[in-house]
């Protein structure tokens, strides 16, 4: 069965710093997607980050970015220049090519400085 | 355009009753989800339709949930004689066609309390 691991229950930056969340996956397949969401207190889950699999180059957006490492199942999501805005809960998830469900990690709460 | 909706956005019932939990995924998005949040926890599948029919429905708990989608848009969750343990974040989920890899757009869910 698929698992995702997100390791680091809660983190904390300075505003203007970079931050670095992790996330491991258990998976045999080849065919896969993996997400980064960010969950606010509104409850609202929005997307941050998209990768596939079979795609090398790490997935951008903006000050946003992703570590892929396939063989060690590795998949970190590095925030630059931190924002108030950016506080909020940050869930890893995994979706397999043939599959509808996405299979979450239990979530980073990531708390930002002034 | 907007984005998905989920009506009540919180309900308050008590054990044993029965709730509807309804969703509106984005227009023209024929793939639906609902997942179930609980405190402290990531979201956990429940049902996925594709179109009107429940293409995977393995994550519902118990014959107490079934979720319909009867003209391929609207979807309603319902919940017989709940239970305290039920108490959670319902989220309903949209995308595109369902194809493999797509990216799901949720909306902001219904927080059930059974007391």
């Known amino acids: 069965a698929q698992t995702v691991t997100q390791s680091q229950p809660e983190m904390s930056v300075q505003e203007a710093e970079t931050v670095t969340l992790s996330c491991t996956y258990d998976?045999?397949?080849?065919?896969?997607?993996l997400f980064w969401y960010k969950q606010p207190p509104s409850r609202q889950m929005i997307l941050v980050i998209r990768?596939?699999?079979?795609?090398?180059q790490n997935a951008t957006e903006n000050r946003f970015s992703v570590n892929f490492q396939k063989a060690a199942k590795s998949f970190s999501l590095k925030i630059s220049d931190s924002q108030l805005g950016d506080a909020a809960m940050y869930f890893c998830?995994?979706?397999?090519?043939?599959?509808?469900?996405?299979?979450f990690g239990k979530g980073t709460k990531l708390s930002v400085k002034p | 355009g907007a984005g998905v909706s989920q009506t009540p956005s919180n309900k308050v019932t008590e054990k044993g009753k029965y709730v509807e939990l309804r969703c509106d995924p984005i227009?023209?998005?024929?793939?639906l989800y609902w997942y179930r949040q609980s405190l402290g926890q990531g979201p956990e599948f429940l049902i996925y339709?594709?179109?009107?029919?429940?293409?995977?429905d393995s994550g519902l708990p118990n014959d107490r949930f079934f979720a319909v989608r009867p003209e391929g848009s609207v979807s309603t969750l319902k919940i017989q004689r709940t239970e305290r343990g039920d108490s959670a974040v319902y989220l309903c989920?949209?995308?595109?066609?369902?194809?493999?890899?797509?990216?799901?757009?949720f909306g902001p869910g219904t927080r059930l309390l059974v007391l």
């Open positions: 998830a995994y979706l397999w090519g043939s599959q509808g469900n996405l299979i």
């Open positions: 989920a949209s995308s595109s066609s369902g194809r493999g890899g797509e990216t799901q757009y």
């Open positions: 990768q596939e699999a079979y795609k090398q």
């Open positions: 339709f594709q179109g009107t029919g429940a293409a995977d």
């Open positions: 998976t045999s397949e080849s065919d896969y997607y």
């Open positions: 227009s023209g998005h024929t793939a």
